[in-house]
């Protein structure tokens, strides 16, 4: 496999060192995503332990209306501070058939909670323009399945009516698909991907 790493920066060492003193001077500690960072993981969360760390890797989407099949690379964060909820952030980048980097792509960010009855709730918002609710569970200890309750859109994002989705830990890695119904078509396969633990 060849190495789904992002295209390089644009920012200048001064900018990105701006941030990182920005980072290092806030007030609280930052997000654990291991045991080892110091931030217990909150006992409501316990369902959700596998996650926190940050996953790097290559999917394959798909979608008729859209641009047939095409591989991405992506990186996946799941982060806490010790409350109930797990931070999420996804980044995803355009590859070539070769595994080369065409360019960036998707960007979504959001926050998994867990209720008192073991409920997930996951609020995601994307970078194109649409929000979602998803409720779901664990269907193992190691895999969760979730399914829009809401979906809201801005005037500009396409037409989204509903998604579901499947994450499982597999031999190690995140792995998950999504399916979707986009453009007044019926749910269907829209993204899988493999992603390797590259930090807890």
Same mark, same amino acid.
């Given at each position: ?35 080892? /960072?110091?931030?217990?993981? /909150? ?11 940050? @996953? ?6 798909? !979608?008729?209306?859209?641009?047939? *099949? ?6 996946? $964060?799941?982060? /806490? ?11 995803? @980048? ?17 926050? @998994? ?13 994307h970078a194109f323009g649409i929000c979602?609710?998803? !409720? ?7 895999? @969760? ?14 037409? $989204? *009516? ?13 792995? !998950? ?12 396969? /829209? ?10």
């Amino acid at each position: 496999m060849s190495d789904p790493s992002p295209p390089d920066s644009t920012e200048s060492p001064q900018v990105a060192a701006d941030l990182a003193g920005f980072a290092a001077d806030l007030p609280v500690g930052p997000d654990a995503t291991s045991a080892e /960072h110091g931030v217990e993981l /909150h006992p409501q969360c316990s369902m959700l332990a596998p996650l926190p760390g940050v @996953w790097r890797g290559q999917g394959e989407a798909q !979608y008729p209306s859209l641009l047939g *099949e095409f591989p991405y690379g992506q990186q996946i $964060t799941f982060s /806490h501070d010790g409350r109930p909820f797990l931070f999420y952030e996804a980044r995803a @980048w355009l590859l070539n058939q070769s595994g080369e980097v065409l360019g960036p792509a998707a960007r979504e960010v959001g926050w @998994w909670r867990v209720d008192p009855d073991e409920t997930i709730e996951v609020i995601l918002a994307h970078a194109f323009g649409i929000c979602e609710i998803y !409720y779901g569970g664990a269907t193992s200890e190691v895999s @969760w399945e979730l399914q829009t309750d809401t979906v809201a859109r801005s005037d500009s994002a396409r037409e $989204t *009516e509903a998604a579901a989705r499947l994450y499982g830990i597999v031999e190690g890695d995140l792995a !998950y698909v999504e399916e979707r119904a986009l453009r007044g078509l019926p749910m269907q396969p /829209h993204l899988s991907a493999q992603l390797q633990r590259i930090s807890d």
